[in-house]
């Protein structure tokens, strides 16, 4: 058998105890759904490395876009949306307008999947 082949049952036999139990307490269709697209946020490294430098400081586009050495409208467009997903926020004072994360939850996610490729 090939590595990448999945094995199956030898013969077909639905568990409808199980299947019930699942069933019941699996999320509705758009609870799933969001549940995707904020995983699809996480998908890009760019989107990453700001989160990573949100863990240690709160700060503005023009400091991410120094440290990450990217420009600022590349910066600002991820920075767009890890807000409309609610990951980051934000804040203004005087001109500058500094960015942190929205809450704990960010950094926990982050670390458990860190945790689990390094497994």
Known sequence: MAIND???CDFYQV????VKAVTEKMPDEDEL???AEIFKVFGDS???KILYV???AEMCVCDIAQLLNMNQSAISHQLRILKQNRLVKSRREGKAVFYSLADGH?????N?????IQE
């Open 106 to 110: 960010v950094r926990t996610i982050i």
């Open 54 to 56: 949100l863990f240690e």
């Open 33 to 35: 759904y969001d549940l």
């Open 6 to 8: 999945v094995e199956c």
């Open 15 to 18: 568990h409808e105890d199980v």
């Open 46 to 48: 760019t989107r990453i």
């Open 112 to 116: 458990q999947g860190l945790e689990h």
